[in-house]
């Protein structure tokens, strides 16, 4: 029978075999663990960094000027460890922009993003990113949508482009195989030289120490990774405690390193969403300094940012984190001398500079003074680039003593500065949309503002505007009333109702009537010419003869030449066709003309007038226009006082205004209503020869109206012809140029002296009178009194007209609710007439009236009344 070989063999070999299975198990796993983390580390932050990259870019897109923006944000991911390759692909399927020039423009299909044109679908349709891996988990495959510019009129962008990005996991991978085989190996080893100590510790038999280690070897299976069994002594026993302890210290250190990896992840992680959550730089750099001061253990870590225009020689810390008894250096500005464009060129380019230590680096005088004056030992600076430009520097700074950074440290700062580069530029990208909405938003106001203003500016003009209106009509009803008690009086001296009147005498009645007819024409004239200010001017073409017209007009220029034994020549074209043009704008831009030619001619001059319809010209480029001129051989006008004949209320010469009177109103009328029928007037004139005006309207033909248009001439003598046809048509029916008997005028009318004109003169025509003072008394005589006919004014107290007429027409009397009523009034302003027709007047009239048209009126009425 065998015995079992001595333990102090067999433990010793079990240990071996068994430990070296344990170690390669254990090496297996921590390999597959190792690639884990690492491939979840290198997803994470690939994730992270393209789905930062693809706001970046959609913000980009929605820019103007953004393609050097794009460029550089793409060359600058691609050219971080690991990216194998970065491209932009655009929603036509090809390359919009690639880390790789050669790609750029090419079919998709036609790159190593053809192979995931299916993925790449399905993140168009989700709008979500994806992170495959793939070539036996060697590769990182990143998938990001990016929403690219609107199409025109889109409120939302519809057009999707994908960030496509490739990432080598080989050397992370590679990374984490030596590190697990290194310390594989080593704890292989360890493992070994226990089993020797364990090997001597059965051949002395030191079993209370063998305890000891066994007890710290529990204690580190427990997870109390700082249990030692620090056996003392110089044999085996005590190296084997020294192994077991160093390997416990190893397992520590190992510990320490994952837990570091994990708290520089978590900083990361940290100091992304700060990003993604806050656009405020000040909060950025205050976390961003504190965890990197935290996680390297250094003295101070600071933001440095170049002032603007000073080629990055002038700039100033902007956030700072320092250790315990480190002086801080926010806010001080620095001047360096040292910094040359060739370090800008460097920096641009992604170099860090890092100093181990200040007392071995062969550095400028002006460098090492500087570095002197913040207590700065040893320190790594990195760049922060926006776009083109060095915006500042990222500064770690060990104070105390100096220090060897590792690629480790100088890899994770440098990310630390991409990140901050990133969120730099997403801030500035954020202030200017700030600023253009609050610029919009205080234009907005403005325009509110402005409107508001307007408003009450339109409100004030239309108050105004109505004040001007009710005060020119006032003005005329005060001006008229006493004009037409004038006016009334001379026309009744005139026809004898007063008695036969001597020749002095009758030939002062004439100069009164002259005189109030002028008077009645400057009130006309300043009411056409507030009306044009007002833009109330009415334009109201219709189908005219325009020879026809002018010869009217002329026949009334004679009669104002007789006076001045002024000689009248007309050149009337006689074949104009009808066009379209208000004939009673017309004949009042005619007769002005002809009238002021007149006015400023001496006696024994000439007066010309002419009519023509001139063709269209090519060269000029003008249609077919009417053209009228007017010549005198009067006092002419100076060459430097042409433009002010046109002006309102203007004469040349203010001893012209003793010679020929006038208010200076009639040629500012006729450029004004020329002007309203889109044609101009021009003067040509030489002081003491005489003037010569030529007004051009445009030419619209028409078709000829039912009848001619002879009948349009002077209004007096219009009247006049009206007024005998009335009288034949009066006399046909027996009235034989004197009314019936017995036929009964109402005449309403407060103002006592027009009153006393009207009953004489109408009394002397054979009427019979009743009297109403005030609007009352005229519905109660009409109701109570039969009458034939009533004259109303239409200003009366107590009842004004219109209340008087609706009271009449609305009377359940036939009888009364029949009675013609002429309505006259002092008012006179655009409108009145038709609102006076409207509300139940047969006839209506204005003051001043002439007697003999109101005997006309009203027979005109009664025989309207009785065919009726």
């Known amino acids: 029978m065998r015995l079992p070989p001595p333990l102090r063999y067999t433990i010793p070999a079990l240990i071996v075999v068994f430990g070296s299975l344990a170690g390669l198990s254990s090496f297996l796993q921590e390999i597959n ?91 168009r349709q989700k709008l979500s990113g994806s992170i495959l891996t793939v070539d036996n988990k060697n590769k990182l495959i990143s998938i990001s949508p990016v929403l690219l510019a609107s199409r025109a009129g889109e409120l939302r962008p519809s ?84 192994a077991f302890d160093s390997m416990a210290e190893k397992m520590q250190n190992n510990s320490v390193r994952l837990e570091r990896q994990a708290r520089k992840e978590q900083l990361l992680r940290e100091i992304n969403d700060r990003i993604r959550i806050s656009f405020n730089l000040e909060q950025i750099f205050e976390t961003a300094t504190f965890e990197v001061l935290s996680y390297l253990q250094a003295d101070r870590v600071a933001v440095y940012q170049f002032a603007a225009g000073t080629d990055c020689r002038l700039g100033r810390f902007i956030a700072v984190s320092s250790a315990a008894g480190i002086c801080s250096i926010l806010d001080q500005e620095v001047e360096d001398t040292c910094f040359t464009p060739q370090l800008v060129k460097l920096y641009l380019k992604g170099r860090a500079n890092v100093i181990d230590d200040i007392k071995a680096a062969k550095l400028t005088p002006c460098y090492r003074e500087l570095l002197e004056r913040y207590d700065i030992r040893s320190s790594a600076t990195v760049p922060l680039v926006h776009g083109h430009e060095l915006w500042g520097l990222l500064c770690v700074h060990q104070c105390r003593d100096a220090r060897k950074w590792s690629d480790e440290e100088l890899a994770f700062i440098r990310y630390v500065a991409v990140q901050l580069a990133i969120a730099i530029q997403q801030s500035i990208l954020f202030t200017k949309i700030e600023t253009e909405l609050r610029d919009r938003r205080l234009a907005e106001e403005r325009l509110i503002q402005a409107n508001h203003q307007l408003e009450e500016t339109n409100d004030e003009l239309a108050r105004a505007t109505r004040l001007k209106d009710e005060f020119l009509a006032n003005m005329s009803h005060e001006l008229r009333t006493p004009l037409n008690a004038i006016l009334g009086m001379a026309e009744s001296m005139s026809e004898g109702i007063y008695g036969d009147l001597p020749a002095p005498q009758s030939t002062a009645v004439e100069e009164i009537s002259k005189s109030g007819a002028h008077l009645l024409d400057l009130i006309n004239d300043i009411l ?54 208000d004939p009673k704008l017309l004949r009042q831009i005619l007769i002005n003309l002809l009238s002021n030619a007149v006015k400023f001619t001496p006696v024994g001059g000439q007066v010309s007038m002419r009519a023509v319809l001139e063709p269209s010209s090519p060269a000029s ?74 007004v051009v309207l445009p030419y619209h033909p028409a078709s000829a109206p039912q009848g001619k248009l002879s009948d349009v001439s002077d209004p007096s003598l219009v009247a006049k012809q009206d007024g005998n046809n009335e009288h034949q048509k009066l006399s046909s029916q027996g009235y034989n140029g004197q009314s019936k008997d017995g036929i009964r005028v109402l005449l309403a009318e407060d103002n006592r002296v027009n009153s006393l004109i009207y009953t004489r003169y109408l009394k002397s025509k054979g009427f ?54 002429i309505a006259f009034t002092a008012m006179a302003m655009k409108g009145d007439r038709e609102r006076c027709l409207a509300a139940g007047a047969n006839e209506y009239l204005t003051k001043p009236v002439k007697l003999n048209q109101l005997d006309i009126t009203i027979k005109h009425v009664l025989s309207n009344g009785e065919s009726g």
């Open 768 to 821: 019979d009178l009743l009297h109403a003072t005030n609007g009352q008394e005229a519905v109660d005589m009409a109701m109570n009194d039969p009458v034939d006919v009533i004259v109303l004014d239409m200003s009366m107290p107590i009842l004004d007209g219109f209340e008087v007429m609706q009271k009449l027409r609305s009377s359940t009397d036939p009888r009364v609710a029949r009675i013609p009523i």
């Open 159 to 242: 057009r999707v482009g994908i960030l496509f990005v490739e990432y080598d996991l080989k050397s992370v991978k590679h990374y984490a195989f030596n590190t697990a085989l290194r310390r594989a190996l080593i704890s292989n080893a360890s493992l070994i030289a226990f089993c020797l100590l364990i090997w001597l510790f059965f051949e002395f038999a030191l079993n209370k120490r063998i305890q000891r280690l066994v007890e710290a070897s529990n204690n580190l299976g427990e997870g109390k990774l700082d249990s030692r069994s620090v056996l003392t002594g110089s044999d085996e026993l005590a190296q084997v405690s020294a």
């Open 33 to 123: 663990e190792s690639y884990r983390i690492a491939e979840q580390t290198a997803s994470v932050n690939l994730r992270t960094s393209t789905a930062q990259t693809s706001r970046v870019l959609e913000y980009l897109y929605r820019s103007s000027d953004s393609e050097n923006q794009i460029k550089t944000l793409v060359s600058q991911l691609g050219s971080y460890p690991g990216y194998m390759s970065v491209m932009v692909l655009g929603d036509n399927n090809k390359v919009e922009e690639s880390n790789d020039y050669r790609q750029k423009g090419a079919a998709v299909s036609d790159t190593l993003a053809g192979t995931y044109s299916p993925a790449i679908s399905t993140v």
């Open 528 to 581: 056409d010419i507030t009306k044009i200010e007002a833009g109330k001017l009415e334009v109201s073409p219709e189908p005219s003869f325009v020879s026809e017209l002018c010869e009217s007009c002329f026949a009334t220029a004679q009669q104002l030449t007789l006076a001045k034994s002024i000689t009248l020549h007309s050149d009337i074209q006689p074949d104009i066709p009808c066009c379209l043009i």
């Open 621 to 694: 480029n003008t249609g077919s226009h009417l053209a009228f001129e007017v010549r005198d051989s009067g006092i002419g006008v100076a060459p430097e006082n042409r433009d002010k004949v046109f002006m309102p209320f203007v004469q040349v010469q203010s001893s012209l205004n003793r010679q020929f009177g006038g208010t200076g109103l009639g040629l500012s009328i006729v450029k004004k209503i020329v002007e309203a029928q889109g044609g101009s007037i021009v003067l040509d004139s030489e002081l003491g020869k005489g003037s010569h005006f030529r």
